[in-house]
Each structure stands twice: as C-alpha cells, then as structure tokens.
C-alpha cells in the first residue's frame, strides 16, 4: 500500500517514515504505511460535522439496557467498519452519554470528546482497506434533540417507555456511530428492559428471554440501514407477526391503549404492500410492519426502516402509506446528502396521491393542482432548501411530488412507472443524489428535460399553470 496522491501524514510521523525510509528495512517497519485522523465530518450542505470520513460502517452490533424508570441506557457498539485510507484516528458522533472506553481490535484506544464528536485512538495505526472492530462502552440519560426546525427527535421520553427517532441527527443520541445517510450497515440490536416491558426495533426479533426480572430481546436488521432509520421503542406494545400472502413477515406493535383504534387501518397494511409492490417493484427488505405509539409520545411519524413508527392519531391511510412508501424512496434508496430530501419526501407524497386515485380518493391531477395552489410550496426550490431547518419543509413535499407528477406529464405513464421502478431497483440498497435522478431519467428516456427541472426542481417563482 502507498500514500495516494494529495493524501497528508502528520507532521511527526511523516518525519520519522522519511527518517525510516534512510534507514536499512527494520523489523515491524515493512511498508512504512502512517495514517492521518479521519475526518470529523462528511461535508454535509446542512449538518457539515454529522458523519465521519475515512471509514466505511459494515455493522453495528449494539447492546443496550434501558430502564424507563431512571430514564439510563447503558450501552456497548461494537462496530466492524473498513478503513478507506490509512488512519492514525477516527471520529464517531454522539451526542450526550458518556463514554466509559473503547477498543479498537482489542486493544485499548484513547478517547477524546469535543461535543458531538468522539475521537478515537487506536495503538496502532489502521492500513488503507482493514476491517476493523471497534467496541464503545456508553452509558446515561440519552437526550432528545430540538431540530433546527423545532421538532424532536433523538431519545423520546414516551408514556410508558421510550422511542428512538433519528431524522436527520438524532441516533447519535443512542448509540455512536458515523451518523451521515451515505454510510449504511447492517445492525443486531440487543436491548434489555425491565420485565413486563417490550423493546420493539428494525428487522426481526430472536426469542425474548427474562431473567432476573429482566427481558431480552436481539432485533436483526439483514439490509443495509442508514443510521437515522434505526429505531427503538420501550413500552408495553400489543405484538402481531403474520405474512403476507407472498410470504414477507408482517410485525406490527402497537402500544396496548391504542391497538383497538389501530386495528381497522393496520388490516389494511398487507394490502397497501401489495399495491406499492404493483407500482414501485418488489419490497427491498425482508421484513415489514409498523409501530404505532400513544398521541403525543411523537408529534410525527417516521419511515424507520421496516418498520415505521406513527403516533396513533396520525395513523391514516395517508399516513401508512406514505411511510411504507419511503421504504423504497428514503430507506432503499436513500438520500446522498440532506439535500436530497425531495428524493425520499416527494416520492412518499406522490405515493400518497397516486394511492387516494386508486382508493376513491382525489384524482392525482387534482392534488398536483392543489399543491400547485398552496402558497407554501413556492418558498423555496426542492432541490435546494435554504437552510438546515428547511429541508423538511413544505416544498420538499409538495413541489417534490410535482417534479414528478410534470414528469409523468412529459414522459407518458407507462415511461414514468418504468422510470420509478427502475430508480428503485438500480439504487437498491444504496444512496443518490438529486443529479444522479435527473441523469438516470435523461438517459433512460434519451430525452433533454433541462427546462422541466429549471422550472420545477430548481427554480424559484411559480410557473404560470400547473
Ligand atoms: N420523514 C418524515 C415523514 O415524512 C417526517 C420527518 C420527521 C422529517 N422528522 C424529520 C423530515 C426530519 C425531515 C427531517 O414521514
Ligand atoms: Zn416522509
């Protein structure tokens, strides 16, 4: 392995390898490969210091006990990640908890804290392409995280428990990680909770054991995950499995005093997959279902992946089938960067519109012109929120949804179908970006549609007609 051309060395390593390299080869200093510290950020337009550079996430293994009494988790991550160059240091983000140590292939490595950024230092340094194991014992009262647009996420306090909520910053409030959208892993939560409570997370469950007044539970999650769809729920949940007629597990949770209002809607879940599978192409995880919580425990629902969380008075058939939808556009294919969000919001809102034209509802033109109508959905480019309290503004919905539906326009339905199920398909399991969407579409049609996405993906006024 060399140095990659542009790749700096520390200055004091970088004279001790030149001084080496003067020297007759030595034992234990073949290669003479030094790393730098990886960066403490991605670059993200919006949150520049979320995500960690210089290391790829294969998966996370974490081990969590919560006690909704004392509001405490105590925590173990062990994190098998690929080194992308050589590395004297790395970052993990975590916002809160404390700390207690870490190890880096088994041996012990140094921590350094500055807010949300954990520094770790391994004894050794870590070559270009290592897979390596890293294990973070953690521990506290994880916080909930205001947005920059004031909502909440992060840790939630619930009525009987707890949910975790991670869009777009809030899972570095319970476990660390490299918290940026780009990065996905796969994930093994063991979560222990007082007995007679239930932990209800992504994935599937293994058998739930009790000892000593307290229960066990592993959740695995087998596709790659991006680190804000994971979520946890601690309370007392009424627990369904079933299958849908193509075999696909079903696992619904819903919290024990409102599993009666629930009912009608979630009986219509296996269904609802169904029909997205009819339109977007074949469901891209191996589980599915939904976690509904009391009013109040959140004040919005989340496409955490397989399985979403919604608070109880959202629970529409909007609602379901928006988040469901995400599982495709968000969590299959998920955003490059924030400032992709158009690409998971309005494909879920398109989703909502194409499903009331399906069911009785209002006919999609309709919505399209309603959205077209809506003042708020001019504030600002889809593409192109202004600020990180934006990007899940209205226009990210609305005006997202009708780039697609001007599309639709443009290409004829039976293009524009192939065209989203060919989007979820090719970027299966991976991220894009808003450039990646426009390019695949030109060149799948071969058409040059510069003027639709001047107009209704990047430019700022109102056209004259919807
Ligand atoms: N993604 C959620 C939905 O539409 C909404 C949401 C919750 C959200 N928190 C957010 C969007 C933070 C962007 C950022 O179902
Ligand atoms: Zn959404």
């Not at 919006?46 to 210089?54: C, D, H, K």
């Not at 892993?185 to 932990?199: K, S």
Request: include cysteine; hydrophobic fraction near 40%.
């Amino acid at each position: 392995m060399t140095h990659g051309k542009g790749r700096r060395r520390r200055p004091v390593r970088a004279s001790l390898a030149a001084l080496t390299a003067l020297l007759p080869a030595a034992a234990g200093c073949a290669g003479g490969v030094t790393g730098t510290p990886g960066a403490a950020g991605v670059r993200d337009p919006y949150f520049p210091r979320l995500g960690n550079g210089g290391y790829d996430v294969r998966h996370y293994a974490l081990t969590v006990a919560y006690d909704p009494a004392t509001g405490r988790l105590d925590g173990t991550a062990e994190i098998t990640a690929r080194a992308t160059r050589a590395l004297s240091a790395f970052n993990l983000d975590l916002a809160g908890l404390t700390v207690r140590g870490a190890t880096v292939d088994g041996d012990r490595a140094s921590v350094r804290r500055a807010g949300h950024e954990v520094t770790l230092r391994p004894r050794t340094d870590l070559d270009d392409g290592a897979v390596f194991r890293t294990v973070v014992r953690y521990s506290g009262v994880p916080r909930t995280i205001t947005d920059p647009d004031g909502s909440e996420e992060g840790w939630l306090r619930t009525a009987d428990g707890a949910v975790a909520l991670g869009e777009p910053t809030g899972s570095m409030a319970w476990f660390p990680g490299n918290h940026h959208p780009s990065d996905k892993a796969t994930y093994t939560v063991t979560v222990t909770v007082p007995a007679g409570l239930q932990a209800v997370a992504n994935g599937l469950p293994g058998r739930a054991v009790t000892r000593e007044g307290r229960t066990t539970t592993t959740w695995r999650t087998a596709e790659p995950m991006a680190s804000y769809l994971a979520t946890l729920a601690v309370g007392r949940f009424d627990v369904t499995t079933t299958r849908t007629p193509a075999g696909l597990p079903v696992l619904t949770a819903t919290d024990r005093t409102v599993t009666r209002r629930s009912a009608d809607l979630l009986a219509r879940l296996p269904g609802m997959l169904d029909w997205l599978t009819e339109r977007f192409g074949p469901y891209p995880f191996s589980s599915a279902g939904v976690i509904v919580e009391r009013p109040g425990d959140s004040s919005y629902a989340l496409e955490t992946q397989t399985r979403p969380v919604i608070p109880q008075d959202l629970l529409t058939a909007g609602t379901l089938v928006h988040e469901l939808a995400h599982q495709w556009y968000g969590n299959s294919v998920s955003p490059a960067s924030w400032r992709d969000m158009w690409l998971n919001e309005g494909f879920a809102q398109y989703a909502e519109w194409l499903y009331a034209e399906d069911f009785g509802g209002r006919p999609v033109q309709r919505s399209h012109e309603a959205a077209f109508a809506a003042p708020a959905n001019w504030e600002f480019p889809p593409a192109a929120p202004p600020t990180a309290a934006d990007v899940s503004g209205a226009p990210v919905y609305g005006r997202g949804a009708m780039v697609l539906h001007k599309l639709r326009q443009a290409v004829g339905d039976d293009v524009f179908f192939d065209l989203l199920r060919g989007w979820a398909a090719g970027r299966r399991h991976g991220n894009a970006s808003t450039a990646d969407f426009t390019a695949y579409v030109e060149e799948r049609t071969g058409e040059d549609l510069t003027g639709l996405w001047d107009t209704w993906l990047y430019g700022r006024g109102r056209p004259d007609a919807p």
